[in-house]
């Protein structure tokens, strides 16, 4: 059964930090590109952060360079979102989703477009407050 499961989210104060992991089973990573999306209350899903396949290409949103970081081991099977500097704009559920074989697609394309991805795990709550 391919899974994407999310952990890692919390409360944390303005300024704090937190990672996130998505941990797969079922399938393998190494063919997939992953992307963070989050979404907020009353606001439609937008994409975070992606990274490619195995060109170690990555894609971040505006509003969190230089804040979140998004990293792949994939003999663990698992992907990071390391989120420093936490704003209350963050707040929101974080999903993790997986795209096999980017092909003429970007990384970018999968974070702007969500419904490119084909599999997705069931979110995480941040919520950054004080």
């Known amino acids: 059964q391919v899974q994407l499961v999310e952990s890692g989210g919390g409360l944390v104060q303005p300024g704090g930090s937190l990672r996130l992991s998505c941990a797969a089973s079922g399938f393998t990573l190494d063919d997939y590109a992953i992307g963070w999306f989050r979404q907020a209350p009353g606001k439609e899903r937008e994409g975070v952060s992606c990274?490619?396949?195995?060109?170690?290409?990555?894609y971040y949103t505006d509003s969190v360079k230089g804040r979140l970081t998004i990293s792949r081991d994939n003999a663990l099977n698992t992907v990071y979102l390391q989120m420093n500097s936490l704003k209350s704009e963050d707040t929101a559920v974080y999903y993790c989703?997986?795209?096999?074989?980017?092909?003429?697609?970007?990384?970018?394309?999968?974070?702007?477009?969500?419904?490119?991805?084909?599999?997705w795990g069931q979110g995480t709550q941040v919520t950054v407050s004080s």
């Open positions: 989703a997986a795209k096999e074989r980017l092909g003429a697609y970007t990384v970018k394309a999968m974070c702007v477009v969500p419904a490119l991805s084909d599999y």
């Open positions: 990274i490619g396949v195995s060109d170690g290409a990555t």
